[in-house]
Each structure stands twice: as structure tokens, then as C-alpha cells.
């Protein structure tokens, strides 16, 4: 899988790429990887939190930043329901995690399945392809979702 991203291995690797980790690419990152377990970014979420940190930055940008890093397995790309997309950090073994997404209220569970990931840096190996990220995603409707579909 790939590296654990602290900060500076992280610095490193992408100027080794040409990427210029700018301050407020640094701060997009930082925001990241201190969001709790569970939880993603839209990036309009991400554009509220950079205004309240006093950022100035375009929705724009923020959309361009996000497809880039998203790109280079730095950040996950999560589609929900409506082709709205959700970031987080593409955490490595252990912490890699799969979700399950209820289609009608985007109510989220991750989970964990080694399989699955093992399948994917399988097939990957095999074809001499970097993997840079696994990931299953399950489209359903949650208990809740459900109960209010019932007939009455
Ligand atoms: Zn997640
Ligand atoms: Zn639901």
C-alpha cells in the first residue's frame, strides 16, 4: 500500500513529483488528516472551513486542488448520492477502509475487509500497475430510509 503520510515524507514525495506543496495546499492537507475517523469533505465543506480559518480561496480552486490530490492518492474521492463527491485522506493498511453509502440520505458506514484490498493490489501487481488505492463502495438504503419507504 502506499506510504504513511506524515507531513514532511509527504513534502518530500511530492516535490519529487513537481507538485509545490504551497501553504494553502498545506493547510488543505493539514485539514485532512485531522478530521476525525468517518467523517468527508465536500468541497464546499472544505471552502467553509478555509473562509473561517480567514483563507481566501475560490470554490474553484478548492475544485481543481481536490481533483489533483485526489489524482495523486493523496486524498479519496467518495461519490454520493446526486454525483456529489466527498474527500478524506487515503489512509494506508491499516486504516484503509471501505463504505457502505444509503443512496437517500448519504448516511455512510466505513468498513474494513482485507480481501478486497488484497484482491486489489493483486491484480495490480500482476499487471506491474502502482496501486495507489483500493476501495469498495456499496450503494444501498439504510434501516431508516427503509421504514419511511413502508406503505402505511
Ligand atoms: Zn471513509
Ligand atoms: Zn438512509
Not at 491499516?94 to 468498513?111: K, S
Amino acid at each position: 500500500m502506499s506510504s504513511v503520510y506524515s507531513a514532511s515524507s509527504l513534502k518530500a514525495e511530492l516535490n519529487e513529483r513537481g507538485w509545490r506543496l504551497t501553504p494553502q495546499r498545506e493547510t488543505i492537507l493539514h485539514i485532512f488528516q485531522n478530521l476525525p475517523q468517518g467523517e468527508h469533505l465536500s468541497a464546499e465543506d472544505l471552502h467553509a472551513r478555509l473562509v473561517e480559518e480567514g483563507e481566501s480561496i475560490s470554490l474553484s480552486t478548492i475544485y481543481r486542488t481536490l481533483k489533483l490530490m485526489a489524482r495523486m492518492g493523496i486524498l479519496r474521492e467518495l461519490e454520493l448520492g446526486e454525483g456529489h463527491k466527498h474527500y478524506e485522506i487515503n489512509q494506508p493498511y491499516p486504516h484503509h477502509h471501505h463504505h457502505l453509502i444509503c443512496v437517500r440520505c448519504n448516511a455512510t458506514i466505513e468498513f474494513k475487509n482485507d480481501a478486497v484490498l488484497k484482491a486489489g493490489a493483486k491484480v495490480a501487481q500482476k499487471e506491474g500497475y502502482h496501486l495507489l488505492d483500493c476501495q469498495m463502495t456499496i450503494h444501498a438504503i439504510c434501516p431508516k430510509c427503509q421504514r419511511s419507504l413502508m406503505p402505511v
